[in-house]
């Protein structure tokens, strides 16, 4: 994941840096856990992470409430008093979030954020997660005797 990570700073910079008023970018798995980040701290990464995870789950569920939808968040704009939240689909079990100032340029945000999601797509998936007491082989079969 580290790897990952650092081949993805400078994508995220160049999104935060090409679209003026971006204030944090953050690349998230669908269970709310950070994997990289742009112009924030990692604190502030990981909230933002934790409560993209809920968001993205609402946005689902009200998607499956339409008739022909198959239930997938693809992006999800809140504007609020100082700024705007984004949130796009970035691959299987990924997702990419934005904090931009009042000015942001909405428009630009979007095709921005669209264009990184298609350049990088295969990078920003994330594989499910495995629990490790169940992984390695165990075939059950009781206690040794």
């Known amino acids: 994941m580290i790897q990952q990570q650092a081949n993805m700073d400078w994508m995220l910079k160049d999104l935060a ?26 604190d502030t990464a990981d909230r ?22 198959e239930g997938r968040m693809r992006l999800v704009v809140i504007e609020m008093d100082g700024g705007f939240f984004y949130l796009m689909a970035a691959g299987a079990g990924a997702f990419l979030a934005v904090l931009a100032d009042e000015g942001v340029d909405a428009g630009l945000m979007g095709q921005r954020m669209r264009d ?13 997660r495995v629990d490790s007491a169940y992984s390695g082989g165990y075939t059950g079969g009781g206690a040794a005797r």
């Open 48 to 69: 933002l992470a934790a409560a993209c995870a809920g968001l993205q789950s609402l946005a689902g569920a009200v998607a499956s409430e339409l008739p022909y939808s």
């Open 17 to 42: 840096e090409g679209v003026p008023q971006t204030r944090h970018v953050v690349v998230l798995s669908a269970d709310g856990l950070r994997m990289a980040q742009y112009g924030t701290d990692t």
């Open 116 to 128: 990184l999601v298609l350049r990088i797509g295969e990078h920003l998936t994330s594989p499910p």
